[in-house]
């Protein structure tokens, strides 16, 4: 059975940090470049960030950049996402998807809200509360 669950969201002040993970199973972990996606409140699917199979590649959307890293452990089935400097705008509901590099580029040149179709696999999401 395919898993993805993430962890470590939770409720925080703005300018703290979270770091989120997404533990995998059931299918080939590093076989697969990853993304997070976030939904925040009366939103669409927002992308976060992607990094490639490898962990050498890591694309940010522009509201993210320099705030988030995104990284991964394939030995541990895991992804991450580090987050500081959080504001209240970053409340919402964060997922981890798996699935292709190749198909996602187009999805982060147009910013069109993403589907359930635009990722194989997806976990159940894991709540961020950025509250002052």
């Known amino acids: 059975e395919v898993q993805l669950v993430e962890s470590g969201g939770g409720m925080v002040q703005p300018g703290g940090s979270l770091r989120l993970s997404c533990e995998a199973s059931?299918?080939?972990?590093?076989?697969?470049?990853m993304s997070w996606v976030r939904r925040a409140p009366g939103k669409g699917l927002e992308w976060v960030s992607t990094?490639?199979?490898?962990?050498?590649?890591?694309i940010y959307a522009d509201s993210f950049e320099g705030r988030f890293t995104i990284s991964r452990d394939n030995a541990k089935y895991t992804l991450y996402l580090q987050m500081n400097n959080l504001t209240t705008e970053d409340t919402a509901v964060y997922f981890c998807?798996?699935?292709?590099?190749?198909?996602?580029?187009?999805?982060?040149?147009?910013?069109?809200?993403?589907?359930?179709?635009?990722?194989?696999?997806w976990g159940q999401g894991t709540q961020v509360t950025v509250f002052s």
């Open positions: 998807a798996a699935g292709s590099i190749n198909y996602w580029r187009p999805l982060m040149s147009t910013k069109r809200p993403w589907t359930r179709d635009d990722a194989g696999y």
């Open positions: 059931g299918f080939t972990f590093s076989g697969y470049d």
């Open positions: 990094i490639d199979t490898g962990g050498n590649m890591k």
